[in-house]
């Protein structure tokens, strides 16, 4: 039945037909190939496939995904050809923000996109993206969080993400631009979190930043600004 599946869609090819007999994995294989499959209606795929098992825990996978592919540099799950992926413990270790490459960014994106994508599912992926905003620095990084925070944007309603974030746009919009601050204060070597950003006397950074980095005009910039959402 999946071999026949996939030669409807004409995406018979070996890398899937390998997964035919472990379906998560293979969700996951045709979600992370989605930006490059062209038209082939993934999401319509998927859930024919789900339609199989119906015992499989799809939201336990979209949440793997979406884990994966926020902490990671770009790359798949590392998934194993003998188990569903819900059986699974994919590393969600944080990776340094200034690691990555605005490619791999954009094939993350792409990816995060697509998957989010799927109208059928968007309410509980917001509420996952949520969850992450909350998370401990030292478990989802600030880097991670801008991205978050991107793809809330992005593949959100503003009526819907105001009613499951309970906090208004403007005011999502100001804590984004924190972290985006934040992230340009990690490239040069001071690490703060946002507690410790919202708790300090700005005064004494402003004039730090002034005096060795005034080369950089931009990220003067980017801090009164992040000074004015933050409050001296």
Request: proline residues 3%; hydrophobic residues 40%.
């Amino acid at each position: 039945m999946v071999e026949q599946l996939l030669m409807e869609y004409n995406i018979a090819l070996p890398r899937y037909i390998q997964q035919a007999e472990y379906i998560g994995v293979l969700i996951s294989y045709l979600y992370t190939d989605a930006p490059e499959l062209g038209d082939v209606p993934v999401h319509e795929v998927v859930s024919k496939l789900l339609a199989l098992k119906p015992q499989l825990n799809f939201q336990k996978i979209l949440h793997k995904l979406l884990d994966t592919w926020l902490h990671s540099r770009g790359a798949s799950p590392a998934l194993s050809v003998d188990q569903d992926i819900t059986q699974h413990n994919i590393s969600l270790a944080p990776v340094d923000a200034h690691e990555n490459t605005s490619e791999e960014d954009e094939v993350r994106l792409k990816r995060l996109s697509y998957l989010l994508g799927d109208h059928n599912h968007l309410e509980q992926s917001v509420k996952h993206l949520l969850s992450l905003l909350k998370a401990d620095s030292s478990v989802v990084t600030i880097n991670t969080k801008v991205i978050v925070y991107k793809m809330l944007f992005a593949i959100t309603p503003k009526r819907l993400l105001e009613k499951l974030s309970n906090t208004s746009t403007e005011a999502l919009n100001s804590q984004h631009q924190v972290l985006l601050f934040l992230c340009e204060l990690q490239r040069l070597h001071i690490h703060l979190t946002v507690e410790e950003f919202q708790a300090m006397k700005k005064i004494g950074v402003i004039y730090q930043l002034l005096k060795n980095h005034s080369h950089e005009p931009q990220v003067i910039k980017q801090y009164y600004v992040a000074v004015a959402l933050g409050g001296v």
